[in-house]
């Protein structure tokens, strides 16, 4: 059975920073395609960064394009977002997603940019 847990979310100030956590438990996030997304009150969820299973590429969406960096701790099955530079509309739960045939979600870690 897959199990996603997120933590590190909270709130921030505008141009604070924040790292995501993602430990995995059922699943070896080495060989699945792991992902962040996020979803803000009203709108849809969004894919945020992604980090591939055999040669560990990274993707991201444009609007956290060099503020934000995903990565992982095969050691410790976990998934990481640090996230710098934050900006209000950042604001989102924030989901962590494990994908191999099907697509398995975290409980999501509320994620609040404001002054």
């Known amino acids: 059975q897959v199990q996603l847990v997120e933590s590190g979310g909270g709130l921030v100030q505008p141009g604070g920073s924040l790292r995501l956590s993602c430990a995995a438990s059922?699943?070896?996030?080495?060989?699945?395609?792991m992902s962040w997304y996020r979803q803000a009150p009203g709108k849809k969820r969004e894919l945020v960064a992604l980090?591939?299973?055999?040669?560990?590429?990274?993707s991201y969406a444009d609007s956290v394009k060099g503020r934000f960096t995903i990565s992982r701790d095969d050691a410790k099955n976990t998934l990481y977002l640090q996230m710098n530079s934050l900006k209000p509309e950042d604001t989102a739960v924030y989901y962590c997603?494990?994908?191999?045939?099907?697509?398995?979600w975290g409980q999501g870690t509320q994620v609040t940019v404001s002054s």
């Open positions: 997603s494990a994908f191999r045939f099907r697509r398995s």
């Open positions: 980090i591939r299973t055999n040669d560990g590429a990274t």
């Open positions: 059922g699943i070896t996030v080495s060989t699945y395609t």
